[in-house]
């Protein structure tokens, strides 16, 4: 895939029924870069790389993507066959792909030595850490070098250190030219990518890159020990961080939000508004 090209869905809506997993959403995903789908359970972060994978059929706009041979997927299970030794999980991914021989040898080497997992190629991968199991997963998935990576929260329930050896592999494979999608709860994952997408049920809070998101916090947020009122305000650390809508008032002192701070107020500015606009029609 070349530099100019990308992947994506444009004005996607899917439904399950009457309810709306995802609502005219948009992503774009360019090759070379990584674009994190953020959000909480239910939010519609996995329907969204189903719908780049095709399992998932919009009911309306568009989704550029390549073939299914061309894509690669880790799902947020691992995907690893854990009966399986770290070796064995690799041959079958790659006979699955018709990679076989030298040419899988050199795949396999070239994907193993980089995560640390060259040296345990007999060891069984439900004996293998949450961190090198995830390390697996992300290899195999990368085994036929596809030119577009979908990751459903590929570092959740792994340990600091491996986190970061993960998002070393998942950066690299950028650089490398392979377009990357990754959906997360972790919002310090977020601030690592190209470009960010907020979703709360189905539906976009933000779009753009790290700074913009940041930028385009709606109100105001302020660091307190008490939150006046505790539905608008978030615990970090020991203190709380408190939003309210408008500018400061006179006696406060704004905080600069985080990525953290900024999707928790978009949620809760877009259940502020939805909570007024119910009340103003009734």
């Not at 916090?217 to 961080?241: E, N, S």
Request: proline fraction near 7%.
């Amino acid at each position: 895939m070349s530099r100019g090209e990308e992947w994506g869905a444009w004005g996607v809506t899917v439904a399950h029924g009457r309810h709306l997993a995802l609502d005219e959403v948009t992503l774009e995903v360019p090759a070379g870069q990584v674009a994190a789908v953020v959000g909480g359970d239910g939010a519609g972060k996995t329907t969204l790389l189903r719908c780049l994978t095709g399992a998932a059929r919009p009911r309306s706009g568009r989704v550029a993507a390549p073939s299914r041979r061309e894509i690669g997927y880790m799902p947020a299970a691992t995907g690893v066959w854990r009966d399986l030794t770290v070796a064995e999980n690799m041959e079958f991914v790659g006979s699955a792909h018709g990679i076989r021989g030298k040419e899988f040898q050199r795949r396999r080497d070239a994907l193993l030595e980089p995560a640390g997992l060259a040296h345990v190629l007999g060891r069984r991968a439900g004996n293998l850490s949450g961190g090198m199991l995830h390390k697996l997963a992300f290899s195999a998935a990368m085994l036929h070098r596809p030119r577009l990576l979908l990751l459903d929260e590929p570092s959740t329930g792994i340990d600091p250190v491996s986190r970061i050896d993960l998002w070393r592999l998942i950066s690299q494979t950028a650089v490398d030219g392979t377009a990357v999608a990754l959906a997360t709860t972790y919002l310090d994952e977020a601030e690592r990518c190209a470009t960010v997408l907020v979703l709360d049920a189905g539906r976009t809070l933000r779009s753009g890159t790290p700074d913009e998101v940041i930028a385009g916090v709606p109100g105001t947020i302020t660091a307190v020990r008490t939150p006046p009122d505790p539905d608008l305000a978030w615990r970090r650390g020991r203190i709380f961080h408190a939003w309210h809508p408008g500018p400061p008032r006179p006696d406060e002192q704004p905080i600069s939000p985080d990525m953290e701070d900024a999707v928790v107020a978009a949620a809760i500015h877009a259940r502020h508004t939805a909570d007024g606009n119910e009340r103003g029609s009734r």
